[in-house]
């Protein structure tokens, strides 16, 4: 007989993809009304598994139950329909259209519907309802494109909850967020749960899975390696089942003699963005910026770089004055800049590992106006092997490559540069704890050659694991400066707060 307190339940999962077993034999069981930690590295099987769950892959073998329903032939369709929604972290919506239209969206009320009338009152009241308990800041009218990244996700789990769904997949839902916009998601969760709604929650970040999850499991290489109760495990034991071996430091910092300076900021500002920021960096330094989400960090990088125009400040590289317009200057200047956006900025994802490498370094390439293409595999696939990066051949495609590869891809990219200074912003986002390690390391081998690193990062265990020294922004101004020796959660939170304080 049936377990009816399982909403959900796999048994001997196999899938297989062209040369990749991308689900061997896994085994999942989901309590009614529980949050359930789903995670692993990159390219452990989570993908595969949640396109299984939504309809979009069918197994090749294993049983799939689900309400006490055995599941022969899922599509999306009849995914919706039972009740199971996922909220991936590229956010499905259409910006253009108002917040009530995208929870209505496929699912609108009319007042005539032969004559398609839209029943627009009763559809903003009941949305309306509906955000007072999710965020009764959210007006219904507003347009999605208009809102942050926070609160878009909670117009998806609205929509979510909208459709009646019971059981809600989160893929990396705080990857994009700041802590606040963090704690508040995790409050929808717990109301969600007393909701009798079940929560299968994937994320990188650890810290979060041991808080908010009632039950944990582990996939590596496509098999199910742990399963427990939350309460049970600790995030040593959650990581050695994820990457099969321990990380003896989570953060691999190396101590590098600090050497000359390398780029010297002076007073840049952009109007209602950035305000007289300044600060140096020197060779063989990490330099962290902490701060939370729209804090001006990125603003800041984008100004360094030429791809927004400041309104003033000086830049200077190895001492010398420069004057940087757009992306090109920068990267002749000796910067690169390894955007958050890895897919959006970072990458041509419809391009091989091969194209993505080169694509800013071509110069380096052309003899008597030809293309010397056997020079450019030969670099390419050497810095594959170097990189550790996964993949099936430097002629596979960027969208093809777990989020961990892609950031080596990028990482690749300006590696092959003549680039002595580099910005990342947000350099292990959405990636899994092993190949978070091997970034830390590659930034660490950049500045035992002399390079100069300035990290941004929403992460501040992670800022103060790698950092030589952390700047604090807060609403666009440096509130505050550490040293290594002088890194505290506290001194940080304060300044991150908008009180700036020094302690150098």
Known sequence: MENTDFLLRLDGITKRFPGVLALDDVHLEVRRGEVHGLIGENGAGKSTLIKIL?????????????????????????????????????????????????????????????????????????????????????NPKTKVGLLGIGQQQMVEIARAVHAGARLIIMDEPTASLGKNESEKLFQIIARLKKNNVTVIFISHRLEEVKRICDSITVLRDGKVVGSSISVKVTIDDIIKLMVGRDIKQKYPKITVPVGDEMLSVEGLSRSGVLH????????????????????????????????????????????????????????????????????????????????????????????????????????????????????????????????????????????????????????????????????????????????????????????????????????GRITGEFSRNAFSQEKIMYATSGIKESAV
């Open 276 to 475: 007289d920021i300044s600060f140096r960096v020197h060779a063989g330094e990490i330099l962290g910026f902490s701060g939370l989400v729209g804090a001006g960090r990125t603003e800041m990088a984008r100004a360094i770089t030429g791809a927004d125009r400041a309104d003033s400040g000086t830049i200077l590289i190895h001492g010398k004055k420069v004057h940087i317009r757009n992306p090109r200057d920068s990267i002749r200047s000796g910067i690169a800049f390894l955007t958050e956006d890895r897919k959006g900025q970072g990458l041509v994802l419809i391009q091989s590992i091969e194209f993505n490498v080169t694509l800013p370094n071509l110069h380096r390439y052309v003899k008597t106006g030809f293309l010397r293409l056997k020079n450019m595999s030969s670099d390419v696939t050497k810095l594959v092997k170097d990189l550790n990066l996964h993949s099936t051949g430097i002629k596979a495609l960027a969208r093809q490559l777990s989020g961990g590869n892609q950031q080596k891809v990028v990482i690749a990219k300006w590696l092959l540069s003549e680039a002595d200074i580099f910005i990342f912003d947000e350099p292990t986002r959405g990636i899994d704890v092993g190949a978070k390690v091997e970034v830390y390391n590659l930034i660490n081998q950049l500045v035992s050659k002399g390079a100069a690193v300035i990290m941004i990062s929403s992460e501040m265990d992670e800022c103060m694991g790698m950092s030589d020294r952390i700047l604090v922004m807060h609403e």
């Open 54 to 138: 939504t309809g979009f892959h069918c197994p090749d073998k294993g049983q799939f139950l689900y309400n006490g329903q055995q599941i022969e032939h899922m599509t999306p369709h009849r995914a919706m329909e039972l009740g199971i929604a996922c909220i991936y972290q590229e956010l499905n919506l259409i910006p253009e259209m108002s917040v009530m239209e995208n929870v209505y969206l496929g699912r609108e009320l009319y007042t005539a519907k032969a004559l398609s009338l839209l029943d627009r009152k009763q559809m903003l009241e009941q949305t309306d309802t509906l955000f007072r308990d999710i965020d009764p800041d959210i």
